[in-house]
């Protein structure tokens, strides 16, 4: 396994017998189970248990604790030879040997001290982040019932879209199918239909018959214009023979009179030049 870095050889550790060697085998069978997974961790958690052991074994091996200043007086105090010395030299070195240790237990008191200091200092922080903490997830779970709140009420306005879409809209099979049909149906109208180029000889012919029109029409306007003339004259020339004696025979024509002749430019004169005008 990757946490098994083999056996540790360091000098001044028990031998071991060798273990196993573990291969990891790769199968292509299906993953494993939850059960099976907290098997595995199990079983590295044991094998960092041992590791974690040998390690303090071997610290203890390579190197010894330190033992107190009180301790080592102590001993010394027991190999020195006491025989000559009195009993209140007797009293007065354990004096000094009690005196020794109340000021290791002291200290070391003091350390607990310090260290517990430190460990409440510390736990105060950890308080202090996890209420901080606790005031988010509190404001958190503030907006996110305000968030609820609101989600319901979009929820049913989508849902209330989502069926208005159903019943006023259609959906992409049914827009492709009658599209297809309306393009199909405009290819085959527009195959009985040709292009502009190729009226062109019937709008020129349609043009010159306009223009002759126009020009018949002009022409016509003229000859009516010159009639009424003319009626007028002849109903003034009319007017003015019936006021005066009569001279002569009624058939009396006067050549000099132009205004008794018929206009070049009248209807029976128009007539004619109908017959004149060119056809197409």
Same mark, same amino acid.
């Not at 273990?19 to 299906?30: A, C, F, M, R, W």
């Not at 009624?250 to 018929?262: E, F, G, L, R």
């Given at each position: 396994?990757?946490?098994?870095?083999g056996?540790c050889?360091?000098?001044g550790?028990?031998?071991? &017998?060798?273990?196993? #060697?573990e291969?990891?085998?790769?199968?292509s069978?299906? !993953?494993?189970?939850?059960?099976?997974e907290m &098997?595995?961790l199990?079983?590295?958690?044991?094998?960092? #248990?041992?590791i974690?052991?040998?390690?303090?074994?071997l610290?203890?091996?390579?190197?010894?604790p330190?033992?107190?200043k009180c301790y080592?007086?102590? !001993?010394?105090q #027991?190999?020195?030879d006491?025989?000559?010395k009195?009993?209140e /030299?007797?009293?007065?070195?354990?004096?000094?040997r009690?005196?020794?240790?109340?000021?290791? @237990?002291l200290?070391t +008191?003091?350390?607990?001290?310090? /260290?517990?200091? @430190?460990q409440?200092?510390? %736990?105060?922080?950890?308080r202090c982040?996890l209420?901080?903490?606790i005031?988010k997830?509190s404001h958190?779970?503030t907006?996110?019932?305000?968030?609820k709140?609101? +989600?319901?009420?979009?929820?049913?306005?989508?849902?209330e879209?989502?069926?208005?879409? @159903? $019943?006023?809209?259609v959906?992409h099979v049914t827009?492709?199918?009658r599209?297809?049909?309306?393009v199909? *149906? +405009?290819?085959? /109208?527009?195959?009985? %239909?040709?292009?502009?180029?190729?009226?062109?000889a019937t709008?020129?012919?349609?043009?010159?018959?306009?223009m002759?029109?126009?020009?018949? %029409?002009h022409n016509?306007?003229? +000859?009516m214009?010159n009639d009424?003339?003319?009626f007028?004259?002849?109903?003034?020339?009319?007017?003015?023979?019936?006021s005066?004696?009569?001279i002569?025979?009624s *058939?009396?024509h006067?050549?000099?009179?132009k205004?008794?002749d018929?206009?070049? /430019?009248?209807?029976a004169?128009?007539?004619?030049?109908? *017959?004149?005008?060119?056809? $197409?």
């Amino acid at each position: 396994m990757w946490w098994n870095g083999g056996d540790c050889r360091a000098p001044g550790l028990p031998e071991i &017998e060798p273990e196993e #060697e573990e291969s990891e085998l790769l199968s292509s069978g299906p !993953e494993p189970t939850v059960g099976e997974e907290m &098997e595995d961790l199990d079983g590295a958690y044991d094998e960092l #248990e041992l590791i974690k052991q040998r390690l303090l074994q071997l610290r203890d091996t390579l190197l010894p604790p330190q033992r107190d200043k009180c301790y080592i007086q102590q !001993e010394e105090q #027991e190999r020195e030879d006491t025989s000559f010395k009195t009993q209140e /030299s007797l009293q007065l070195i354990e004096l000094r040997r009690q005196n020794c240790q109340m000021r290791c @237990k002291l200290s070391t +008191a003091y350390e607990h001290l310090n /260290s517990s200091r @430190k460990q409440i200092k510390e %736990l105060e922080g950890w308080r202090c982040l996890l209420q901080s903490r606790i005031q988010k997830m509190s404001h958190q779970l503030t907006k996110f019932g305000e968030f609820k709140i609101r +989600a319901i009420h979009h929820f049913g306005l989508c849902i209330e879209r989502w069926e208005q879409q @159903k $019943t006023t809209k259609v959906d992409h099979v049914t827009y492709r199918n009658r599209m297809q049909s309306v393009v199909s *149906h +405009a290819d085959n /109208s527009r195959q009985c %239909l040709v292009p502009l180029h190729c009226h062109k000889a019937t709008r020129q012919h349609i043009r010159l018959e306009l223009m002759l029109l126009r020009v018949f %029409l002009h022409n016509l306007f003229e +000859a009516m214009v010159n009639d009424f003339r003319f009626f007028c004259r002849q109903m003034s020339v009319r007017y003015t023979k019936a006021s005066l004696p009569e001279i002569g025979s009624s *058939h009396y024509h006067d050549p000099h009179n132009k205004d008794m002749d018929t206009p070049v /430019s009248s209807l029976a004169s128009f007539d004619m030049d109908v *017959h004149e005008f060119p056809r $197409t």
